[in-house]
């Protein structure tokens, strides 16, 4: 904590940039951002991506206040960056660099303003070496400027407000406090659902928590498959996080797996009522009905099996046409058009593109589980032993959480049995089920 803390104030992820391509603002501030402010002596600290839905919360103001200097990336002219760049510059006279993509037409009011360009190739930083280097002489000059916020430049009587040293103190804590308890919920996800808890009891009152170690508790309950306790959890919370579509659809998948399905359903239909077809929120109610087929295949109860099975594959079929970035609405709808009794033959429209969707999205850098587990099943959907022992590798190294090989199993167990009832047997699908149920033993 010795050096002087920048913030950052950028979009996140990939955002479509007009009729551009998509830029990955990730890798523009792992690769460009991030090295450029350590490399002016300075300290990184970027807003907690699971901010969801642009809270505006009292740790934000407080980096957008005390933070002595920070980054605004004006690109795509996001209103959250837009908005905090306007609070940056009432209190901050100075210490503020502005970049933004090279070609990029800004709104009128902050066009006039000194601005730095860097370049992007298929939305990936290009020219690295010389826009990192550009970037950190514009922090050191900023070290020195006496002021770059048009507020300060233009109304000569205006002072800024007095920001003690103490506070500033608090608030460095507060950051600190705010990376060691992640890196605390870490470990305790690896030693099972009390250390979790545990560390619940020791945040206290979870309303008056920050809101990025608010989620990663939440999602950390997740990750141990703690599903009551996720659900009591939004019960704690804030209601503006409450209220926002990350946890509203976080909650009905631990309400689905926790036996409440319907209220579950509840709060995806809303949802979609609210903010119209989504991948994510199509694909959790398509996980519900999935359940409920199965749940009436155990009981015998074959015609409600079969119209819950269609309701299934409409709503991952739905959430895959709503983003066909999204490969993983898609790979559970042609997974269940090839169990369905006949199969459905719209698998065959749909393979080719999510095989596209999934090869893009790890032909673009920093692929997770999800991607190498769809690859896999592509493959075997296909009859491809080799490619599917191969892309199994790729699987097992890439786990993070217990329930991800879990899931995974469960759907090869659910395509090899389909198949073994039309007489088609393959025991290599055996081998790949068992390995992905003992590596989740292992975690």
């Not at 005390?66 to 795509?76: G, H, K, M, R």
């Not at 141990?224 to 579509?245: C, G, H, N, R």
């Not at 689905?256 to 077809?277: F, H, M, S, V, Y």
């Not at 296909?382 to 329930?403: F, H, P, T, Y």
Request: neutral net charge; contains cysteine; glycine residues 6%.
């Amino acid at each position: 904590m010795g050096h002087p803390l920048c913030f950052v104030l950028m979009p996140f992820g990939k955002k479509r940039h007009g009729s551009r391509n998509l830029i990955d603002f990730d890798a523009v501030y792992n690769d460009l951002i991030a090295p450029a402010i350590r490399e002016a002596e300075l300290q990184p600290l970027r807003a907690d991506e699971e901010l969801v839905g642009g809270i505006i919360h009292k740790p934000m103001f407080e980096r957008l206040i005390l933070c002595e200097y920070a980054v605004a990336d004006l690109t795509t002219a996001n209103a959250n960056v837009f908005y905090e760049l306007g609070v940056r510059h009432g209190l901050r006279p100075c210490s503020t660099v502005l970049i933004f993509t090279e070609g990029s037409r800004l709104p009128f009011d902050v066009s006039p303003l000194r601005g730095l360009p860097y370049q992007l190739q298929d939305g990936q930083p290009s020219n690295i070496e010389e826009n990192k280097r550009q970037l950190v002489a514009r922090l050191q000059e900023a070290r020195n400027a006496r002021a770059d916020s048009p507020v300060f430049q233009l109304v000569s009587d205006l002072n800024p407000p007095d920001i003690s040293r103490l506070k500033t103190d608090v608030f460095r804590d507060s950051v600190e406090y705010s990376v060691k308890m992640k890196d605390k919920l870490a470990v305790a996800r690896k030693q099972g659902i009390k250390e979790v808890q545990r560390i619940e009891k020791e945040l206290g009152l979870i309303s008056n928590v920050e809101t990025g170690v608010v989620v990663d508790l939440f999602l950390s309950y997740r990750a141990v498959e703690d599903w009551k306790s996720m659900i009591t959890l939004v019960e704690k919370m804030s209601p503006p996080l409450a209220a926002t579509v990350m946890i509203r659809e976080q909650l009905a998948l631990a309400l689905n797996r926790a036996g409440k399905d319907e209220r579950a359903q509840t709060i995806l239909e809303a949802l979609l009522q609210e903010r119209g077809p989504s991948s994510e929120t199509y694909g959790l109610l398509g996980r519900i009905y999935k359940d409920r087929w199965e749940a009436a295949i155990r009981e015998g109860n074959n015609l409600a099996a079969k119209g819950l099975l269609d309701k299934a594959i409409d709503a991952y079929h739905q959430g895959f046409e709503a983003d066909w970035r999204d490969a993983y609405p898609g790979i559970n709808a042609v997974i269940l058009m090839e169990i369905r009794e006949p199969p459905d033959n719209r698998s065959l429209q749909l393979l080719p593109v999510v095989q596209y969707s999934v090869e893009r999205r790890i032909a673009q850098g920093k692929p997770d589980y999800w991607d190498y587990a769809t690859r896999m099943e592509l493959a075997i959907l296909g009859g491809n032993q080799e490619e599917s022992m191969k892309a199994l590798c790729d699987v097992l190294a890439s786990i993070r959480e217990i329930w991800e090989p879990k899931t995974t199993a469960h759907s090869i167990r659910l395509i090899r049995e389909a198949r073994e009832r039309r007489g088609k047997m393959q025991p290599w699908l055996n081998e790949i089920e068992e390995s992905l149920v003992k590596c989740a033993e292992k975690k």
